[in-house]
């Protein structure tokens, strides 16, 4: 099968990992509910990669099932800083050189710390995104920890 060679694709192949590629058609304004009909898999084992930054303006990576969203106040409480906010789709992708929708934890152009929410590695497969939209990889979320720095945390809410 034919797929993006992005940059996160060539950190998963320096540390040799196996992943399986899904190419589909990118829906604007789709996100991660599209994705799983497309893949034909639970919504909760897409994992978005989400950008955010302390009230200092230190950016960090949030890994979230795709049925969630983040608890801003609860990961800033974590990690003891006074607020964490999302960032602006223009600097998400001036940190992590992905276009927005296309948002990969492998290969980001910053070095910042990724928090992964703690149930997604109670999942036997997660998909997330290779770093182009409309482009996600099957792999155990083991293979998180083993090619990234992760900080497992507790942050998911139902809450908008």
Do not use: C, W
Request: hydrophobic share 40%; net charge positive.
């Amino acid at each position: 099968m034919n797929y993006p060679i992005t940059p996160g694709i060539r950190v998963l192949r320096e540390h040799k990992v196996e992943f399986e590629p899904f190419v589909f058609d990118y829906v604007e304004k789709g996100g991660t509910k599209h994705s799983a009909e497309i893949l034909g898999v639970d919504e909760h084992a897409v994992v978005k990669t989400l950008i955010f930054e302390t009230n200092e303006r230190k950016p960090l990576i949030v890994l979230m099932h795709g049925d969630f969203q983040v608890s801003a106040k609860e990961l800033a409480r974590i990690i003891k800083v006074k607020t964490v906010a999302p960032v602006a789709p223009e600097k998400a992708q001036k940190l992590s050189g992905y276009l927005v929708g296309g948002t990969s934890p492998f290969g980001v152009k910053t070095r910042m710390p990724v928090y992964a929410e703690d149930s997604i590695f109670d999942l036997a497969t997660i998909y997330i995104n290779g770093g182009k939209r409309g482009f996600l990889i099957g792999i155990a979320p083991k293979i998180l920890e083993q090619v990234l720095e992760i900080k497992r945390v507790a942050v998911a809410t139902k809450d908008a």
